[in-house]
């Protein structure tokens, strides 16, 4: 049971983060750790902005970017 509860709150955060094209994904993929730890307020490392950028997901890394700045 706790396994469907990862998966709905990873669909909600490819939601949020415009990244619903990815949901079928492992849970455990690099686009999910950045989502979790971008909606724990956590900062990312240039590598993981790298990757959001050479994967594509510009419209995530805006989001991010204004809750980032929200933050401080």
Not at 23 to 44: C, T, V, Y
Request: aromatic share 14%.
């Amino acid at each position: 049971m706790e396994f469907q509860g990862e998966i709905f709150m990873f669909n909600e955060l490819y939601e949020k983060y415009k990244a619903t094209d990815y949901q079928g994904l492992p849970a455990i993929n690099p686009l999910s750790f950045i989502l979790r730890k971008a909606e724990l307020g956590l900062d990312l490392t240039v590598s993981e902005w790298n990757w959001l950028k050479q994967q594509c997901f510009s419209e995530t890394m805006g989001i991010r970017k204004i809750i980032e700045s929200s933050l401080i």
